[in-house]
């Protein structure tokens, strides 16, 4: 078993360059499925996550040539079949993103429940709504989701929820449907204007979105096309706490800085200092953290994917503070994870309440999901003396060469086996 074997209390200084989004990069490939002709997508994360989704197309009959350096190209033109394979889409939540595109090219779907993260219920009820509305006929059976259509028209859809996964989902669908479709109460996080993007660059009329309306003029075909992904808002974000959390001095290189603002507002808030560049920001702390208030809300509000990080700063601030999640029912796993290196959490439904502590305490913990573990490397790095983190997969779905980055800003970290228990 491998673990991470953290030594922290060293501020970290230097530059770290972030990679391609993961959140649009899970999209956008499985997008590629609607294409009539080769794709090349440059800018992609070296994530776990971005392996398995390509070996998926790769199962359906695409050729994915990994060309290096964060370049892809895939050739949808030989897929043929509608069917995802089990062993694989398990281990990934957004592999439900089949569902819109194998739906769009062929009018059917087959695909098993998706894996990943467990922040609580995960519904695909609002999915499904968008699918139903736009021609097909679901059936969710022994853990597989099937859909099945006629063909697919445009219709006019408003979600219940504001939801990331339908949004994605209803857009894939529906670019290739006959006829316009309307679908209001959308998400507008960036990687959805940037799958907007990516489809429009191949051919499709999407509009809106950014939004809370997105309008699509169905077209009969897409073609071929090279598209850069955008850098991902979340690794920027947790490389700005942990430059905050160590009292150091980093500067975040290939990032919209516009895409970290609410962040940015928040480390401003609680005593650090962000400059930013045309494409780049760098964060520094030469003082104690202060308390905060902080509740994740839906783009453009704070990121619920952010949470488990900001919650690390709160467990180190003066005074008490409170946080609240308002996008999942249960975002508190790693908090237990928090308390055993000497942090003051209790945890009261959708509430986390944070009595500031002096100094963090090495010890042994776990990551408990994607962006939790990200929580306890922050944390490790901020403690005084030795932490040992279990169970890293979790945290390599989704940051790129984690321990590179650091150690490269002075962060003393080293990936070790260990036997299995």
Not at 32 to 49: F, K, M, Q, Y
Not at 155 to 183: C, E, F, P, Q, W
Not at 216 to 225: H, M, P, W, Y
Not at 352 to 361: D, N, P, R, S, Y
Request: charged fraction near 20%.
């Amino acid at each position: 078993m491998d673990k991470f074997v953290i030594t922290g209390g060293t501020p970290i200084k230097g530059r770290i360059f972030v990679g391609g989004a993961k959140n649009a990069a899970v999209a956008i490939i499985p997008a590629v499925i609607l294409a009539g002709d080769v794709c090349r997508i440059e800018n992609l994360p070296d994530i776990s996550d971005v392996v398995v989704i390509s070996a998926i197309l790769e199962e359906l009959g695409a050729v994915v040539k990994n060309l290096g350096g964060g370049v892809v190209e895939i050739d949808p033109r030989p897929i043929n079949n509608y069917v995802a394979d089990h062993e694989l889409v398990k281990n990934m939540r957004a592999s439900y993103y089949l569902l819109g595109a194998l739906l769009g090219r062929f009018s059917k779907a087959r695909v098993p429940l998706p894996g990943g993260c467990y922040f609580g219920v995960r519904p695909i009820d609002q999915h499904l709504k968008g699918f139903e509305a736009l021609g097909a006929t679901p059936k969710v059976e022994n853990g597989m989701v099937s859909l099945n259509a006629e063909s697919l028209t445009g219709s006019h859809i408003y979600l219940d929820v504001v939801s990331v996964g339908a949004t994605i989902n209803i857009m894939l669908a529906a670019v290739k449907a006959r006829g316009l479709t309307i679908i209001e109460n959308v998400a507008r996080e960036p990687h959805i204007v940037d799958l907007a993007n990516f489809l429009n660059s191949m051919g499709a009329d999407i509009m809106g979105a950014g939004t809370d309306t997105i309008k699509i003029r169905g077209v009969e075909k897409l073609g071929g096309t090279t598209y850069s992904v955008i850098p991902d808002q979340i690794e920027a974000g947790s490389y700005m706490v942990a430059a905050a959390a160590t009292g150091g001095d980093v500067i975040i290189d290939n990032v919209i800085p516009k895409h970290l603002e609410t962040i940015t507002a928040k480390l401003v808030e609680m005593g650090c200092t962000v400059e930013e560049m045309d494409d780049a920001v760098r964060v520094t702390r030469d003082k104690p953290l202060t308390r905060c208030n902080v509740k994740t809300m839906p783009h453009p509000g704070f990121p619920t994917d952010m949470q488990p990080q900001i919650g690390v700063l709160l467990a180190m601030a003066e005074g008490t503070s409170i946080l609240t999640e308002g996008v999942w029912d249960s975002r508190f796993q790693y908090v237990g994870e928090l308390c055993k290196m000497g942090a003051q959490v209790s945890v009261d439904g959708k509430a986390a309440i944070f009595e500031g502590v002096k100094q963090l305490t090495g010890a042994p913990v776990k990551a408990t999901d994607l962006r939790g573990g990200a929580a306890v490397v922050i944390a490790a790095m901020a403690a005084q003396g030795e932490s040992t983190i279990e169970d890293i997969y979790h945290i390599e779905r989704g940051y790129e060469k984690i321990i590179e980055k650091l150690c490269s800003v002075g962060a003393k970290i080293e990936r070790r086996s260990f036997p299995d228990r």
